[in-house]
Nanobody, 121 residues
Framework: QVQLVESGGGLVQAGGSLRLSCTAS????????TAWFRQAPEKEREFLSL???????LYADSVKDRFTISRDNAKNTVYLQMNNLKPEDMAVYYC???????????????WGQGTQVTVSS
């Protein structure tokens, strides 16, 4: 079992930045692919970015120029640095862990509880 805990969400003005953290615990937690998704009210869950154990990354086109994913394997933590936030970025942000590379939510076995990001205009 792997447990994921997100932190770092909050209220920010448009144009501002936030850094989300996803800390994993449990056996071999750091060996998983870790991804970030978000879900806004009445919208489907949206893939944002993923990172493999060795640091390979993938981004959604909608965020690739503004968001940066990274990981610290010693801390079992994956980060999502979000810059130039826009009102349309407002959502609940989730991290997820799985064994394969995917932009779909289904293959990810483990999910955090989510952290709210609110962007004021």
């Amino acid at each position: 079992q792997v447990q994921l805990v997100e932190s770092g969400g909050g209220l920010v003005q448009a144009g501002g930045s936030l850094r989300l953290s996803c800390t994993a615990s449990g056996r071999t937690a750091s060996s998983y692919v870790t991804a970030w998704f978000r879900q806004a009210p009445e919208k489907e869950r949206e893939f944002l970015s993923l990172i493999s154990y060795h640091g390979g990354t993938l981004y959604a086109d909608s965020v690739k120029d503004r968001f940066t994913i990274s990981r610290d394997n010693a801390k079992n933590t994956v980060y999502l640095q979000m810059n130039n936030l826009k009102p349309e970025d407002m959502a609940v942000y989730y991290c997820a862990a799985g064994t394969g590379i995917s932009t779909m939510s289904v293959p990810y076995h483990y999910w955090g509880q989510g952290t709210q990001v609110t962007v004021s205009s």
